[in-house]
């Protein structure tokens, strides 16, 4: 073959490379994962974030844009050619914007807002549970406080108070104590804390066991598996503290094995999408199972509709495959064309909190090495935004200090290496993420 012809296949092969850009729904650290490890793929030309944040923009490819209406955004996506959209957060798919992208005509990675259902109501995913035969924890619902106080008087405790609707992680208390129990019904139930999503709640057994987190991605049809995780649920060191968003996590997590890998595929994640099926609902999306593993025995704690925040940040720092052709080819309905890749170590990510999260968090404080990277680590931004050139917090869980590593310590010594490196006023965090697991590694 002549030169002249090679360099006529090669430019032939460049002119029929299919350019996309990607339009990401969210401003958290969940969506700096997403928009950073899109960007590394050779058939992205630029990636958008819808808002994003303070960092989300510092690669190249990835532009930060001001726009929240879903009217807008779909403005957005047409007029700037965008192959498909990523939503991120909760909030807008319980509102229905894939549905709204789709009768646009536009591809949209998420599930429908009937879909949604199963992480927007409590109460639905539990009953759509039970009528589905997938374990999970004995429970009741209220929207009486007298009732709910009376339930609990009879069950005693531990046991678990959940906000039926959305509340941004932190709609579940796990009572150790009645007295906590009573308290967390009167602060839904009377005090509103909730609004709307605690105006009914759920009252389910306390399950023992260690939790995992479990995600797929589901074009319709096929499912294809993400790695395994385990969040960090409680502010404090030893599990200690309130719920929040999540401080940390990391990835693969040892007691999802092999076999007990197989059994969630078997006693959960096919019988859900199953189930949505038999019920009339294709689920297109992330499906997330939080879970309790005790003794071999799985019980779903929870539902959610998109990936973890922080699980996202570890999962994706290992993942080989291309994320972006991947995500392209579950909107087509052909994710199963790919087989799932991982690096073969651990990663790890510990939030940087601000002061008085998950309180009402301070905000405008400088934060210093937030653009540190290299090879084996990786700060993602979440509650951050740009004043005059600095970066500053603008949130709760401000950064995801991400480190890599051969085995789970490596991990965890490369991302807590960061936290003297990266810092503001007032920032805390906790020091055992991942440890309950090295006895397991």
């Given at each position: 073959?002549?030169?002249i012809?090679l360099?006529?296949?090669?430019t ?5 490379t299919k350019m ?7 401003n ?5 994962a ?14 958008y ?13 990835i ?38 992208f ?5 591809r949209?990675?998420g599930?429908?807002?009937?879909a949604?259902q ?8 539990k ?5 589905h ?10 929207t ?12 005693g ?11 941004a ?19 839904m139930?009377e ?11 759920i ?17 319709g ?7 395994s995780s385990?969040?960090?649920?409680r ?16 990835s693969?997590?040892p007691?999802?094995?092999?076999e007990?890998?197989?059994?969630i595929?078997?006693q959960?994640?096919?019988p859900t ?22 003794q071999?025995?799985?019980?779903v704690?929870e539902?959610n509709c998109?990936?973890g925040?922080p699980?996202?940040?570890p ?9 972006a052709?991947?995500?392209?080819s ?12 991982w ?6 990510s ?12 301070e905000k405008n404080?400088?934060i ?6 290299s090879?084996?680590?990786?700060v ?7 004043i ?10 401000v950064?995801?200090?991400t480190g ?5 310590q ?9 936290t ?9 965090y906790r020091?055992?993420?991942?440890q309950?697991?090295?006895?397991l590694t």
């Amino acid at each position: 073959m002549s030169i002249i012809s090679l360099c006529f296949l090669l430019t032939l092969g460049t002119l029929n490379t299919k350019m996309m850009n990607v339009l990401i729904i969210g401003n958290g650290g969940r969506e700096h994962a997403m928009a950073w490890k899109i960007s590394q793929s050779n058939q992205v030309s630029k990636v958008y974030l819808a808002p994003g944040n303070g960092g989300s923009d510092s690669e190249e490819k990835i532009y930060n844009i001001d726009i929240s209406d879903h009217d807008e955004l779909i403005n957005f996506a047409v007029s700037n050619n965008v192959s498909f959209t990523v939503v991120g957060p909760e909030k807008p798919l319980s509102e229905g914007i894939v549905d709204k992208f789709e009768e646009k005509g536009l591809r949209i990675f998420g599930p429908s807002k009937n879909a949604a259902q199963l992480e927007s109501s409590k109460k639905y995913a539990k009953e759509f549970m039970i009528s589905h035969n997938i374990p999970t924890a004995f429970y009741e619902t209220f929207t009486e406080a007298d009732k709910a106080h009376a339930y609990v008087n009879e069950k005693g405790s531990p046991i678990v108070i959940k906000a039926d609707g959305l509340a941004a992680g932190k709609g579940v208390i796990v009572a150790l104590s009645e007295i906590e129990a009573h308290e967390a019904i009167d602060h839904m139930l009377e005090d509103n804390q909730f609004g709307d999503a605690g105006s009914r709640i759920i009252i389910e057994e306390f399950l023992e066991g260690e939790e995992a987190s479990f995600i797929v991605m589901c074009d319709g049809e096929s499912i294809f598996p993400m790695a395994s995780s385990q969040d960090h649920k409680r502010l404090l060191d030893n599990d200690l503290g309130p719920n929040t968003g999540g401080m940390g996590a990391y990835s693969p997590a040892p007691i999802v094995t092999t076999e007990i890998h197989d059994k969630i595929m078997t006693q959960v994640i096919n019988p859900t999408i199953a189930g949505l099926k038999k019920d009339g609902i294709t689920f297109k999306g992330f499906l997330y199972a939080g879970l309790m593993i005790k003794q071999g025995d799985i019980k779903v704690l929870e539902f959610n509709c998109r990936m973890g925040d922080p699980e996202t940040q570890p999962i994706l720092f290992r993942m080989k495959n291309d994320f972006a052709l991947l995500l392209d080819s579950a909107c087509n309905g052909k994710i199963s064309e790919h087989s799932p890749e991982w690096e073969d170590d651990f990663a790890l990510s510990v939030v940087l909190a601000a002061k008085n999260y998950p309180g009402e968090p301070e905000k405008n404080k400088e934060i210093v090495g937030s653009d540190f990277k290299s090879s084996t680590q990786y700060v993602f931004h979440a509650g951050t935004k740009k004043i005059n050139g600095k970066i500053v917090t603008n949130g709760g869980r401000v950064l995801g200090l991400t480190g890599r590593g051969k085995t789970l310590q490596s991990a965890f010594e490369q991302a807590y290496n960061l936290t003297s490196i990266v810092t503001f006023e007032g920032a805390h965090y906790r020091k055992d993420i991942g440890q309950k697991a090295k006895k397991l590694t």
